[in-house]
C-alpha cells in the first residue's frame, strides 16, 4: 500500500486485491452517507525500530 501525505491530506493506494479489499472495508466503516462519519484515531506510538506497525481505534 502506498501511502501519500500532503499537507492536512493523506492518501492510501492499494497495490494489490488484497489491499483494495481492506481499503474498502475500512471505508465502509467509516463513512457513513446518511449519519456522521467516523474518526481514525491513532492508538500506541509508532516506532518503526521497535514494530513497523501503526494502530488505529476507530471512534464516532
Do not use: H, S
Amino acid at each position: 500500500m502506498r501511502i501519500k501525505v500532503e499537507k492536512a491530506l493523506v492518501e492510501f493506494e492499494p497495490e494489490n486485491d488484497e489491499e483494495t479489499a481492506a481499503l474498502q472495508k475500512v471505508w465502509d466503516i467509516i463513512v457513513d452517507c446518511v449519519k456522521t462519519n467516523k474518526k481514525l484515531v491513532p492508538v500506541g506510538e509508532y516506532i518503526p525500530v521497535k514494530r513497523n506497525m501503526a494502530r488505529f481505534a476507530i471512534e464516532d
